[in-house]
């Protein structure tokens, strides 16, 4: 079965940097585009950033360009986001996520903090 394991999250200063990963399991890694998606207090989930299967095409929320990146490694079927210039507002349960034969999926999501 499809399994999404998110890791990388912590407590960070802002202005400070954070590199999450996404490990994938259950489905043919380098056919798909991958997300990463996050849900602050009292907010509904946003998306962050997608990648296309060969990592040739990204897309970023406004929010986060020229702070945010995504990368792909198909060797090691995994998704990282590289979060640099940190601010409060990031602050939120980071979650990665696919959509495999018209079904999305989630993982567990890892909490990231911005706060002095």
């Known amino acids: 079965q499809v399994q999404l394991v998110e890791s990388g999250g912590g407590l960070v200063q802002p202005g400070g940097s954070l590199r999450l990963s996404c490990a994938a399991s259950g489905f043919a890694f380098n056919n798909y585009a991958m997300g990463w998606y996050r849900q602050a207090p009292g907010k509904e989930r946003e998306l962050v950033a997608t990648?296309?299967?060969?990592?040739?095409?990204?897309n970023f929320a406004d929010s986060v360009k020229g702070r945010f990146t995504i990368s792909r490694d198909n060797a090691k079927n995994t998704v990282y986001l590289q979060m640099n210039s940190l601010k409060p507002e990031d602050t939120a349960v980071y979650y990665c996520h696919v959509i495999v034969v018209s079904r999305n999926y989630w993982g567990q999501g890892t909490q990231v903090t911005v706060s002095s």
């Open positions: 990648i296309s299967p060969s990592g040739g095409s990204r």
